[in-house]
């Protein structure tokens, strides 16, 4: 199955992004409400980074709350790594486990397309091994 496949099946094609130029309080409170882990930020309409709960935890660590006071620009992570539509989903939890990451901007040529999870594609990795495991009881049962 592919990345387009999955964001295809979501009942809400909305991604959620942040500006370089926006205060990190801002965006965390964004996040909390959302109940998200991470954003991708845009700049002229092209992913320039990533702005996750691991981005927070570095700030508050070095700097306490001085780092709420701090843009997105400064601390988000960056350069991306994204990963196209067409891309398998086992390809995608691939790179997200080398590259221990848990978010990906879904990107055709430079145009943001989706974001995935690891959560996301955990879900689908369960759902296809559930579907497979009935599949082989009802051959076994000869149903």
Known sequence: ????????????AAVHSASEDESVADVVKRL????IGAVPVIADGVVVGIFSERDVIHGLTNEGAAALTRTIGEVMTSPVIGIEPEAS???ALS?????RIR???????ERLVGFVSIGDLV???????E???AAMR???SGA
């Open 1 to 12: 199955m592919t990345i387009a496949r999955i964001l295809a099946g979501r009942s809400s």
């Open 103 to 109: 978010h990906l901007p879904v990107i055709d040529g």
């Open 131 to 133: 579907a497979e495991a």
């Open 89 to 91: 989903a086992l390809a």
């Open 138 to 140: 009802d051959y076994i």
């Open 123 to 129: 879900k689908h990795r369960i759902e296809t091994i």
């Open 95 to 99: 790179l997200m486990t080398r590259r």
């Open 32 to 35: 909390t409400e959302l109940r």
